[in-house]
């Protein structure tokens, strides 16, 4: 049994592993770093030998044997030249180094006989050559071949093997005292080089761990763990080579960027984990619906499509509508039936896009339109948003100018109540007239500057203004005044409005303050805890073009709102429209219910009044009114209001 684990041992160490490819790598380029120099000593001690005996022992020993091994030795080291810069595979690495094993053999042999060889010719001194000669060669060897374990091994035994033999049969007690210290020095050699073979081999071990973790680690750094689709990151990277690659061949590359339309209801009524498991699905069909395309998720309910290959621009929007006809259909989930539709805006490369930055921004630009005026649906970016985007970006550059509010002032809207006919309140509106540009409509310019981030420099100065206006109204007139999503994104910036609200000296409890579903889209916390504070200061709250949005009536409640106001969309012709005198019915229904006021915008025509009136609406605000008026005018209109109704 003890033979059989020796002899296992024993062939352990004799030959060389091949299970681990990387080890056997750096196993070969270590020894072959080692290499030349192994074979230098090993000549150079050999041609000190070959001379301290060339007078006394026949040349062919002396001369012929030495020339012999050395152009062994080189013939050896120049095939090492020829193949040293060659990054060997596995099992080559494995066959060369069985090959030195083999030769290590041949080589120990060779070397130990022929300096045996010499010994009978010459006298004591030479005789302690031939010791020294083996004993240094013999460590060197294994300090060459430290990462051969088996080849070190193997050069042990045998020249230590016969050096003992050869001198403990010479009975000459230096000679024994020699070999006894060889051996044992060898023998302590031997340890360290094991000792070392074994960190070298752990070395290579962890450093393979770390690079298959370093991979792992990138692997996930690329891909959303959620739908296991390649994330944002693989994203931009996919499509910077394949972009590289369009311009190098000369092709076209499309990239469409999807929106989820209704996504947040469904994460709002049935929760996360239903809304997680939504994506998964959006995630697989998208993919199924792909066939060279890549499809990514950027995050959210945002996912992104890049096309390769693609065909003319007709038939692309109608591959790019197929898809988004795919993720609309319904979506069975053991808690319900989910409905979503996904918008797609889509921009190619090179028409109107010849960099990274704006194939993204272009795409995305159309996204926005089409969740404007098309959900559901896929639009191409086209030379028309081209010029808007000129426009909007002239507009941007115009916005962001030193005392841009000189150029803005405020109109205000009556809201009446149809019950007396008398003004409410009025709200404020924005209007800017540049000398470049012209009049440019409200909504136009606050949503550039709402996307550009400075929505608040126009906020502060509006407020201003109005405040200044509305203090010198009759306390009975109510001021309603309309802040962005982004005025309320930040407490600083909600300070900075209670600020102006304070310092104008009007009553806060006359002030209702509009902001619409789009504001809470983002931060729905934030914000939330922004209007908390105005109403705390007694402000009222009121729920712009309420029915245009997607906000789940729970998220609603969780606002302090105390108004709400039914958008115009509804408003138009619904004395006509069945649908929309439905609609209106149960909004007012509802905010009756949800004990909030409720004022109906939009109203033209007397008709419209008139079924307003049938359906107990109090509040009223539009053209069959008044249009929105200059400051200067309100007084005018408040008297032709009180003539009128003395009239009545
Ligand atoms: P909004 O807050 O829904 O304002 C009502 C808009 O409907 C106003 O357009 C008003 O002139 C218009 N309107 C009122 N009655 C009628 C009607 O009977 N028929 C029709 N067709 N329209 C009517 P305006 O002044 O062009 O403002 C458009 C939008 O711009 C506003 O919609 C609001 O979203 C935004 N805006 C205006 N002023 C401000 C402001 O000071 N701050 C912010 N953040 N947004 C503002
Ligand atoms: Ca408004
Ligand atoms: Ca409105």
Redesign the pocket.
């Known amino acids: 049994m003890n033979i059989l684990i020796a002899k296992q041992k024993l062939q352990y160490f004799m030959s060389v592993r091949a299970d681990n490819s990387d080890l056997l790598r750096e196993q070969y380029r270590a020894f072959t770093r080692q290499m030349p120099m192994m074979y230098f000593i090993l000549l150079s001690s050999t041609w000190a030998l070959a001379t301290t005996h060339v007078k006394l022992a026949p040349s062919w020993l002396t001369i012929g044997i030495p020339a012999v091994f050395t152009v062994g030795c080189t013939l050896r080291v120049a095939f090492w030249w020829r193949t040293r810069g060659v990054d060997p595979s596995p099992k080559v690495a494995h066959a060369a180094l069985q090959r030195t094993n083999r030769l290590a053999v041949g080589i120990a042999i060779a070397f130990t006989l022929w300096s045996f060889s010499l010994v009978p010719y010459g006298n004591a001194y030479t005789q302690s050559h031939v010791a020294f000669y083996m004993a240094i060669t013999v460590i060197s060897c294994i300090f060459c071949l430290m990462y051969v374990r088996s080849a070190a091994f193997i050069v042990t035994v045998i020249v230590n093997g016969a050096f003992i033999v050869f001198f403990l049969a010479s009975q000459q007690p230096t000679f024994i005292a020699i070999a006894i210290n060889v051996l044992l020095v060898c023998a302590g050699m031997m340890s360290i080089l094991l000792t070392n073979y074994r960190n070298f081999e752990r070395m290579v071990v962890s450093q393979q761990r770390t690079e298959a973790l370093s991979n792992e680690n990138l692997l996930l750094a690329n891909i959303d763990s959620l739908t296991e689709l390649p994330n944002r990151r693989a994203f931009f990277t996919h499509l910077e080579s394949e972009l590289e690659k369009a311009k190098i061949t000369g092709t076209r590359l499309a990239l469409g960027v999807i929106d989820l339309d209704g996504f947040k209801p469904v994460n709002d009524l049935y929760g996360h984990s239903v809304g997680d498991r939504l994506l998964v699905n959006v995630s697989k069909r998208l993919t199924d619906s792909l066939k060279a395309s890549r499809a990514f998720r950027l995050g959210g309910d945002e996912f992104a499509i890049v096309a390769p290959i693609i065909p003319d621009d007709v038939q692309l929007v109608a591959n790019a509508n197929a898809i988004s006809e795919q993720l609309r259909a319904p979506y069975h989930m053991p808690e319900g039936t989910v409905h979503v539709s996904a918008s797609m805006g889509i921009a190619v490369f090179p028409n109107l896009a010849s960099t990274l930055e704006q194939l993204f921004d272009r795409a995305d630009y159309a996204l926005y339109h089409a969740k404007k005026t098309r959900r559901g649906d896929a639009v191409l970016f086209d030379a028309e948003h081209e010029k808007q985007i000129n426009i909007e970006a002239r507009i941007e550059h115009m916005l962001k100018q030193k005392d841009m509010e000189k150029e803005l002032s405020v109109v205000f809207?009556p809201i009446v109540d149809i019950r007396d006919g008398r003004a409410n309140g009025f709200?404020?509106?924005?209007r800017w007239h540049s000398p470049v540009l012209g009049q440019v409509?409200?909504?136009q310019f606050?949503s550039i500057a709402e996307r550009a981030g400075i929505v608040s420099s126009l906020?502060r100065p509006?407020l201003k203004t109005a405040l200044t206006a509305a203090s010198k109204w009759e306390p009975s007139l109510r001021l309603s005044?309309?802040?962005?999503a982004h005025d309320l994104n930040s407490c600083e910036g909600v300070l900075r409005l209670v600020g102006i609200i304070e310092n104008s000296g009007f009553d806060p409890q006359r002030l209702d303050l509009?902001i619409t579903e789009t504001a809470f889209a983002h931060d729905f916390e934030q914000v939330r805890q922004s209007v908390e504070v105005l109403r705390r200061l007694g402000c009222g709250i009121s729920l712009?073009?309420f029915g245009t949005g997607y906000s789940s009536l729970t998220r609603l409640h969780a606002l302090p709102l105390t108004k709400i106001k039914i958008d115009?969309s509804f408003v138009t012709d619904l004395h006509k429209k069945p649908a929309s005198y439905k609609i209106v019915k149960s909004l007012l229904t509802l905010s009756r219910d949800m004990g909030l006021e409720c004022v109906v915008?939009?109203?033209?025509l007397p008709e419209e009044l008139e079924a307003l009136e049938g359906l107990g609406a109090t509040l009223v605000?539009?053209?069959?009114y008044a249009r929105?008026m200059r400051e200067p005018d309100i007084g005018e209109f408040l008297s032709q209001q009180s003539s009128k109704r003395m009239v009545l």
């Open positions: 809207q709200e404020a509106l924005a409509p409200p909504d606050f906020t509006l005044f309309n802040l962005s509009e712009d073009d115009r915008e939009g109203v033209e605000q539009g053209y069959v929105p």
